[in-house]
C-alpha cells in the first residue's frame, strides 16, 4: 500500500514537473522571440543614405561641395560615408557649391494589439545645391516609406529628440499589458518554487 501510494505520487510529481518545465519553455520562448528593434535614427539615416545614392542631382555633381544639414552627427557621419562611396569629394569647411538637405518626416506609431504596433517612418527629403551667389542651381524631392511591427516592450527605445526620428503622431498607446508584466513572471517564479517543494517531498519520502 505504501509502495503504491509513493509510485503514485510519483507519478503526479512527475506530470506536474513536466507541465512547469513546457510552460516556461513557452514563456521563454515568447519573450526570445521580441528582438529589439532597430531605433528610428538608424532606420531614417539608413533610408536617407538610400536616397543619396538614387539622386539625379547628386550623380550630376562632379566638383567638390559641401554638405550642409540640421542632421545630428550619427546621421551626418552616414551620409558622408555614403557620398564618399559614390566618389564624391565632400569639403567640411563651408565653400560652394553647398547641398542642403531638408527633412520633412511624418513618424507614427499605431497599436494593433495589446503586445504589438505597426511603425511607419516617413519622410520627404528636398535637396538644394547653390552657388557662390546664392543662384539655385538644382533642386530635388525624394521620398521614402518604412513599415514594420514592434514589441511593446521597446516602445520607449524607438525615437528621440531629433524630429526625424522622434513620432508625429501616437495612437492608443498603452502600457504593457497585466498579463506579461505580472502573470508570467509570476508563473515562472511559482513554477520554481512548486518543482523545488517537489523534489524535496520526494526525497524525503
Do not use: C
Not at 65 to 90: A, Q
Not at 171 to 190: D, F, T
Amino acid at each position: 500500500m505504501i509502495l503504491q501510494v509513493q509510485r503514485t505520487k510519483m507519478r503526479f510529481t512527475f506530470f506536474i514537473l513536466s507541465f512547469l518545465f513546457i510552460m516556461s519553455g513557452l514563456l521563454f520562448a515568447q519573450s526570445v522571440d521580441d528582438e529589439r528593434p532597430a531605433p528610428n535614427v538608424e532606420i531614417v539615416s539608413e533610408e536617407i543614405g538610400m536616397l543619396l545614392e538614387k539622386s539625379e542631382t547628386i550623380r550630376n555633381l562632379n566638383t567638390p561641395f559641401h554638405l550642409s544639414s540640421s542632421f545630428p552627427d550619427m546621421v551626418t557621419s552616414r551620409l558622408y560615408n555614403v557620398l564618399l562611396g559614390m566618389d564624391k569629394e565632400v569639403l567640411i569647411n563651408r565653400s560652394y557649391p553647398v547641398l542642403e538637405l531638408r527633412l520633412t518626416p511624418k513618424n507614427s506609431l499605431i497599436q494593433e494589439s495589446s503586445h504589438s504596433a505597426n511603425r511607419i517612418l516617413s519622410a520627404e527629403l528636398q535637396l538644394f545645391l547653390t552657388a557662390e551667389n546664392s543662384k539655385l542651381l538644382a533642386t530635388e524631392s525624394l521620398r521614402f516609406t518604412y513599415t514594420d511591427t514592434v514589441s511593446m516592450d521597446f516602445f520607449d527605445d524607438l525615437d528621440m529628440a531629433w524630429q526625424g526620428a522622434a513620432f508625429q503622431e501616437k495612437k492608443r498607446i498603452e502600457k504593457r499589458n497585466l498579463w506579461r508584466s505580472v502573470g508570467q513572471p509570476a508563473i515562472i517564479a511559482a513554477a520554481t518554487g512548486v518543482t523545488v517543494f517537489l523534489l524535496f517531498n520526494v526525497r524525503s519520502s
